[in-house]
């Protein structure tokens, strides 16, 4: 696929940001062909077009080769890259991270630990840790129940089920806690979300907010479907995603990404 040049993007005056799983990927974590050739269509027509996701930058490589795509807000928007270079980073904080580790260790609950290059487990052979992120098609990480002593930690993932998460919500409050699977959730700075990453990186685009789209299915993407100019929610999204968004297309799995594009009169 071309990429735009840089100075069609400086000069585009909309910005599309798109979340993967769920939306850029379909059910079968695959990305459809009316998916890529509406990617395409967009760039042709001067939309700034950008990935917001909690997967960590080293997860979706290809899918930003795919697309020609190299901006994109990482981590639920603790990590985002403008044209290839970092402007905004929000790491945990290393001395909360530690207390939380202590005590899921305690409750026998293990953590994945992320940043931008590569991921680490606390222990080996849960099954926990093995189902969740199968489900994403990614094989069990190394394992290295110190590695956030050794760089900074983005993003981490704390497996336990249902409402067991309550208890670190109340006892470890410097982060915030969204399940994405039944069985893992993700860990982040308190207050972090992809809508704050986003105005991150308009600003960097010099962009405004209004002229902003966003596309997500999941509850992580809940912020940034109702803070953006046009929030637009897939018909497989949660129910709370489709309440604050301004438009609800249709499933991944019926090209609804497409749909929408063309529905919206973004081409």
Same mark, same amino acid.
């Given at each position: 696929?071309?990429?735009? $040049? ?19 990927? @379909? ?9 890529? %050739? ?6 042709? @027509? !001067? ?26 807000? $990482?981590?639920? &928007?603790?990590? +985002? +890259? =403008?044209? !290839?270079?970092?402007?905004?980073? @929000?790491?945990? $904080? ?13 409750? @026998? ?17 849960? #099954? ?16 290295? #129940? ?8 983005? %993003?981490?993932?704390? =497996?336990?089920? !249902? ?9 470890? %409050? ?12 993700? *860990?982040?700075?308190? &207050? ?7 105005? %991150? /990186? ?15 299915? &999941?509850?992580?993407?809940?912020? /940034? ?8 929610? /897939? !018909? ?8 604050? $968004?301004?438009? *609800? ?6 090209? &609804? ?11």
């Amino acid at each position: 696929m071309s990429k735009q $040049s840089l100075e069609e993007k400086i000069l585009a005056e909309k910005i599309a940001f798109f979340d993967i799983d769920g939306t850029l990927l @379909n059910h079968d974590k695959e990305l459809p062909v009316s998916t890529i %050739q509406a990617i395409k269509d967009l760039q042709n @027509n !001067g939309v700034f077009c950008a990935i917001a996701t909690g997967r960590a930058p080293f997860m979706y490589e290809q899918i930003r080769e795919t697309l020609g795509i190299d901006s994109y807000v $990482s981590f639920n &928007g603790q990590y +985002v +890259v =403008f044209e !290839g270079k970092p402007i905004y980073k @929000n790491p945990l $904080s290393y001395e909360h991270l530690e207390e939380l580790h202590q005590d899921a260790h305690k409750n @026998n609950h293990p953590m994945v630990f992320m940043n931008e290059k590569g991921m680490r487990a606390t222990t080996e052979e849960d #099954h926990f840790i093995k189902e969740s992120l199968s489900s994403l098609h990614f094989q069990y990480p190394a394992v290295d #129940h110190k590695f956030y002593h050794q760089t900074e930690i983005y %993003q981490s993932l704390l =497996f336990c089920e !249902g409402n067991e998460i309550d208890y670190y919500r109340d006892c470890h %409050q410097k982060f915030d806690y969204i399940r994405w699977h039944e069985l893992s959730c993700d *860990v982040l700075p308190s &207050g972090g979300s992809k809508a704050e990453g986003i105005k %991150q /990186m308009i600003k960097a685009a010099n962009l405004d907010l209004k002229d902003t789209y966003a596309f997500g299915d &999941g509850l992580n993407d809940i912020e /940034m479907l109702s803070e953006v100019g046009t929030g637009v929610a /897939m !018909g497989n999204a949660v129910d709370a995603a489709k309440q604050v $968004s301004d438009y *609800v297309t249709a499933d991944v799995a019926e090209d &609804g990404l497409a749909k929408a594009i063309y529905e919206l009169k973004l081409l």
